[in-house]
């Protein structure tokens, strides 16, 4: 079975420090890598995704995340962050092929954003 | 466009109890998908559906827990008796597809907390 694992579980950054959030996963295969937000008292939503091309995606708000095969990694990235970034971030795996659509999360990192 | 639709939003009940969820998901998406998110995890897949078939219920704990998704639009999820580590959230999403890259959009959860 596959797994994701994401290093830090809580990260306290002041506003306009820079953001990685480092994510794992140890499916060898095909891989289609997402990164989704939950912002305070909202719902699960995408921020960005990688399943072909560029392995530099760029998503919504100036995130990026950079899918590197060779260390199994889809790391997130930010340059400067918000106060409004304050949320809880999941990153997700699915394989490729017939078992494309079922995702394994990781647990998630917590985002504080001091302003 | 109308999100993912759930229902109720919250349940409290006593173990040994039975319990049922309800997932509207967004008009025209084929696959459906049940997660179980407990306290400081990432989610974990239940049942995915596929309009009214069953595309992987692998992680599903078949002897409480139940769902059908009549007609290929609205689902249900039961568990039945209910035990005190089903306390947790439970996420429906839906998609367009199953093919690579398909975006899950994620509906409020129910919260679940079983005495």
């Known amino acids: 079975a596959q797994s994701v694992s994401q290093h830090n579980h809580h990260v306290i950054l002041s506003e306009a420090a820079s953001l990685e959030l480092g994510c794992n996963y140890s499916y060898g295969g095909t891989v289609n890598l997402f990164w989704y937000v939950q912002y305070p008292g909202q719902h699960l939503q995408l921020l960005l995704k990688?399943?072909?091309?560029?392995?530099l995606v760029k998503g919504i708000k100036g995130f990026e995340a950079e899918f590197i095969k060779s260390k199994f990694s889809f790391n997130l990235r930010k340059p400067s962050v918000q106060w409004s970034d304050t949320a809880e971030y999941f990153c997700?795996?699915?394989?490729?092929?017939?078992?494309?659509?079922?995702?394994?999360f990781g647990d998630g990192t917590t985002l504080t954003v001091k302003p | 466009e109308a999100g993912v639709a759930q229902s109720p939003r919250y349940k409290i009940i006593e173990k040994r109890q039975s319990v049922a969820f309800w997932c509207n998901p967004i008009s025209g998406h084929a696959t459906l998908y049940w997660y179980q998110q407990i306290l400081g995890q990432g989610p974990k897949l239940l049942i995915q559906?596929?309009?009214?078939?069953?595309?992987?219920d692998s992680q599903l704990p078949k002897d409480r827990f139940s769902a059908e998704r009549l007609k290929g639009v609205d689902s249900t999820l039961k568990i039945q008796p209910a035990k005190l580590e089903d306390s947790a959230v439970y996420l429906c999403?839906?998609?367009?597809?199953?093919?690579?890259?398909?975006?899950?959009?994620f509906g409020p959860g129910t919260r679940l907390l079983v005495l």
């Open positions: 999403a839906s998609s367009l597809g199953v093919g690579q890259g398909q975006t899950q959009y």
């Open positions: 997700a795996v699915n394989q490729g092929g017939t078992n494309a659509g079922k995702s394994t």
């Open positions: 559906f596929q309009n009214n078939g069953v595309v992987d």
């Open positions: 990688y399943f072909s091309g560029d392995p």
